[in-house]
């Protein structure tokens, strides 16, 4: 018994370790979901922002969207809530601008991302989203908007 528990510890350690709350200073933004920082030893990292999926870079609204997040957190200090880690290396994280707003709500309720309800399924993004598209703001005054996940799948075909 003891045994299981200890290797159920060692498991779950890393998920544990990156579970953590913290300030970061903003060095550049990627992309409408995602950026640089760097913590207060100097670390730099980089972060993709929990909850939502912006336009790709070669999409419509992939500049404006950077260009929003840029407007919030670039060249300031803002608090992360790192909740694990992908595939690219990057830290997904709630992120909370200098005045402690949800950034990734402030993208949905502007226009500017997607809920990624594949990987979050939060009421208040859904609804910031809905919020976004029946007022027509940021991307979806597209006609038909295409969602980030279905354009980069499109692009892998090509």
Known sequence: MKRIFFILVISFLPVLCLAQHFSVKVI????GDT???INDDNLQLKIRINGIDAPEKRQAFG?????????LIFGKKISID????DGYGRYIAYVYSPEGKDVALLMLHEGMAWHFTKYDNSKVYSDAENVARKAKRGLWTESSPIAPWDFRAQSKKK
Do not use: A, P, W
């Not at 550049?28 to 992309?31: A, F, N, P, T």
């Open 28 to 31: 550049g933004i990627s992309d």
């Open 35 to 37: 950026f640089t920082c």
């Open 63 to 71: 500049n404006k969207s950077k260009e929003f997040l840029s407007s």
């Open 82 to 85: 790192v909740q694990s880690k």
